[in-house]
C-alpha cells in the first residue's frame, strides 16, 4: 500500500469514534496483525450475522471484496477477517478464517 493509502486509514481512525475492545480482543488483534484500520474496514464493507445473546459478527469474505473492489476500495488485506461484537457494540474478538460459516457458528 502507497503512503497515502496508509494516511487515508489513519485518518479514518482519528475520525472515528473510539472502538471498546475486550482484554481477550486485543491480544487476538496483535497476535492476527489487526489494525483499528482493517477493523474499520470490515465494518464498512462486511457481511453482519447476528449470533446468539445479541451478538453480532462482521465478515469480509471473497464477494465483499469484488463488490468494494468494483467501487475502487481494496480490501484485500482484509479479506477473511471478522469481527464479533458484544449487545453492547464493544469488540470480543477478530477471527481469520477463509469460511463465513465459522462467523455463524462462533460462541457455540
Known sequence: MNTAGKQ??????????PLRWSRHARQRKQQRGVCEADVLLVLEWGRVFRQRDG???????????????????????????????????GIITTIRSSDCRRMRRWGR
Open 55 to 89: 451478538r453480532e459478527a462482521c465478515f469480509v469474505g471473497r464477494k465483499e471484496a469484488l463488490q468494494a473492489e468494483k467501487q475502487g476500495v481494496n480490501l484485500q488485506r482484509v479479506q477473511n477477517l471478522g469481527i464479533v461484537m458484544g449487545d453492547d457494540g
Open 8 to 17: 487515508k486509514d489513519k485518518e479514518a481512525v482519528a475520525d472515528a469514534e
